[in-house]
């Protein structure tokens, strides 16, 4: 089934499903029940392969079903931010945090899975304009956190790699603190040494 935006029913229906950016794949039982997001390789393999997976009970729906049932499953919780879509971005939050707050340690497997998780997700939820300076606030002590207890080679997950890199200097540098920023790339590039190829990293 194919939604235009554009229209009062699709209007209607980006809202009840907090679609907000496009374009946005979700897939449904025949019931209506809303399965899973599409966070798949936009190729035809990735596709079919997402509906497999989600075929075989690796979905949103079912994880949250097996949430209820065990709510200190730290696991699952991260398994359930993986499977939300690009506009959940403030419910990635609250399951991250509860992730966290179950155990709050960063030499942790599964809780350093879950910081670094969190810092990619604080990054994509930086408001572009009112509640800007707020959310810097509240949050800049957390991602600092994150950043100390791994910075520069403990990080396995989502922060790995020059990916995860940009991130982190994207952070700094939407704070405003391009000094930070330097520090990170300079530091980069001292590590990386005669390796250092400007086109690649």
Same mark, same amino acid.
């Given at each position: 089934l194919y939604i235009e935006q554009a229209s009062k029913e699709g209007d209607s229906f980006c809202r009840q499903f907090n679609v907000r950016i496009y374009p946005t794949f979700k897939l449904f039982s025949k019931e209506g029940i809303m399965l899973d997001n599409g966070t798949f390789s936009r190729t035809v393999e990735g596709f079919l392969g997402w509906v497999k997976e989600v075929k075989a009970g690796n979905n949103f729906y079912e994880l949250t079903r097996k949430l209820e049932k065990n709510p200190l499953d730290r696991d699952l919780l991260i398994k359930i931010v993986d499977r939300m879509g690009m506009s959940d971005k403030k419910d990635k939050m609250a399951y991250l945090k509860r992730a966290i707050q179950i155990k709050p340690d960063y030499n942790d497997e599964l809780s350093h899975?879950?910081?670094?998780?969190?810092?990619? +997700?604080?990054?994509? $939820?930086?408001?572009?304009?009112? %509640?800007?300076? /707020?959310?810097?606030?509240?949050?800049?002590?957390? !991602?600092?956190?994150?950043?100390?207890?791994?910075?520069?080679?403990?990080?396995?997950?989502?922060?790995?790699?020059?990916?995860?890199? +940009?991130?982190?200097? $994207?952070?700094?540098?939407?704070? %405003?603190?391009? /000094?930070?920023?330097?520090?990170?790339?300079?530091? !980069?590039?001292?590590?990386?040494?005669?390796?250092?190829?400007?086109?690649?990293?």
């Open positions: 899975k879950a910081y670094e998780k969190m810092a990619w +997700v604080l990054v994509e $939820n930086i408001p572009r304009g009112q %509640g800007r300076e /707020e959310f810097f606030t509240y949050n800049k002590q957390l !991602f600092s956190g994150i950043f100390n207890a791994f910075y520069p080679d403990k990080f396995k997950y989502y922060l790995k790699g020059n990916d995860g890199l +940009v991130t982190i200097m $994207n952070w700094y540098l939407q704070l %405003g603190d391009r /000094e930070k920023v330097l520090w990170i790339f300079n530091d !980069f590039r001292k590590r990386k040494g005669s390796a250092f190829d400007l086109i690649k990293n």
